[in-house]
């Protein structure tokens, strides 16, 4: 299994990126998927999560209304469209897959190497 993120980098505070994550090795459609970020010093924590459909996705709240995350399953790839960004929203961000969607790191599978995304004012 691989999972592939790609589209970090800096930007500035206000400003857009959009994170991607090819997935092989594994049957997408039926896999959960989510982003999860973690800054220097801190732990993992939770971004955004997307159904094996796309029927539902869930956000952390500090990121609620600014990221989007989306999933053309034909593609096998997921996207995190980032909005207004914060300078808290500096960290390596990693997309993972999961059997059944859940908020916490301990339930997903399979882990991309991750993305740096820098947010300078």
């Known amino acids: 299994v691989q999972l592939q993120a790609s589209g970090g980098g800096l930007a500035q505070a206000g400003g857009s990126l959009r994170l991607s994550c090819a997935a092989s090795?594994?049957?997408?459609?039926?896999?959960?998927m989510g982003w999860f970020r973690q800054a220097p010093g801190k732990e993992r924590e939770f971004v955004a999560a997307i159904t094996w459909s796309g029927g539902a996705t869930f956000y952390a709240d500090s990121v609620k209304g600014r990221f989007t995350i989306s999933r053309p399953n034909a593609k096998n790839t997921v996207y995190l469209q980032m909005n207004s960004l914060k300078l808290g929203d500096t960290a390596v961000y990693y997309c993972?897959?999961?059997?059944?969607?859940?908020?916490?790191?301990?339930?997903?599978?399979?882990w991309g190497q991750g993305t740096q995304v820098t947010v300078s004012s």
């Open positions: 993972s897959a999961a059997q059944y969607i859940s908020r916490s790191s301990t339930e997903y599978a399979y």
């Open positions: 090795g594994l049957p997408f459609s039926r896999y959960d």
